[in-house]
């Protein structure tokens, strides 16, 4: 299978070894460098109908790369369109993962990124894509990038975890999540002026037990300020 290591301190590079006859698939221009050995082409993963879902959810490309070894083994280096870390996640039969916009950049073959239903409160006010979001089942390697640092919380079920919605890279399918505003106080009305005089915007309550993958920086403040 192929071997996936992030290299590098300060805006890493995905670093995928692959032996003859093995591929991957990334998202689109997130190839840097390849051997010769390898060879890249773009491909609708899914069809069209699961290619436009991912387009309207995430807003990425209807083709992703393709890199497979035709020539022999070879290595290449892939990197996220924004500057930050990189986490590798296993995907496998119990433990697929949700993934927020613009935070898939490669994967194994033996995984599948599919578009599935959000919850409602997701739909109307989260930045995960609306009400179709993109989820990681299969078996194999996943990488997700997060703009600025990254990390990954553990959620247990004694202890419920609040993520800023900006923040949120991926996180376990089997959590429960809800979206709504940051608990101020001060009933309804007090909370949507904490909420508009703290700077602090909607929220993400997970509960259960499983992973979310958070980011240091806010990606929609930075492209709005640029």
């Avoid at 879902?53 to 890199?67: C, P, V």
């Avoid at 979206?179 to 001060?186: A, D, L, N, Q, S």
Wanted: charged share 20%.
């Amino acid at each position: 299978m192929p071997s996936f290591n992030v290299t590098g301190d300060i805006d890493p590079f995905l670093h995928v070894s692959l032996r003859k006859g093995e591929k991957i698939f990334c998202e689109s221009d997130a190839m840097v460098m390849m051997e010769d050995a390898l060879q890249v082409k773009g491909q609708m993963r899914g069809g069209l109908g699961r290619a436009l879902l991912r387009r309207l959810a995430t807003d990425e490309s209807l083709f992703q790369q393709e890199i497979e070894a035709v020539g022999g083994d070879g290595d290449c280096l892939l990197s996220p369109v924004l500057p930050g870390g990189l986490e590798l996640l296993d995907v496998g039969p119990d433990s697929a993962f949700t993934l927020s916009d613009g935070s898939f950049l490669a994967a194994e073959s033996t995984v599948e990124v599919r578009p599935r239903m959000n919850t409602l409160g997701g739909g109307l006010f989260g930045g995960t894509g609306g009400f179709v979001i993109m989820e990681a089942v299969g078996q194999g390697k996943l990488a997700v990038s997060g703009y600025g640092s990254i990390f990954t919380l553990e959620v247990s079920p004694e202890r419920d975890t609040v993520i800023d919605n900006s923040h949120a890279v991926a996180w376990s399918s089997n959590l429960q999540f809800e979206v709504g505003m940051p608990k101020t106080g001060g009933g309804f009305f007090g909370t949507l002026v904490n909420s508009a005089t703290s700077g602090e915007g909607l929220v993400i309550k997970f509960r259960g037990r499983g992973k979310v993958v958070i980011c240091s920086r806010n990606r929609d403040l930075f492209r709005a300020q640029a």
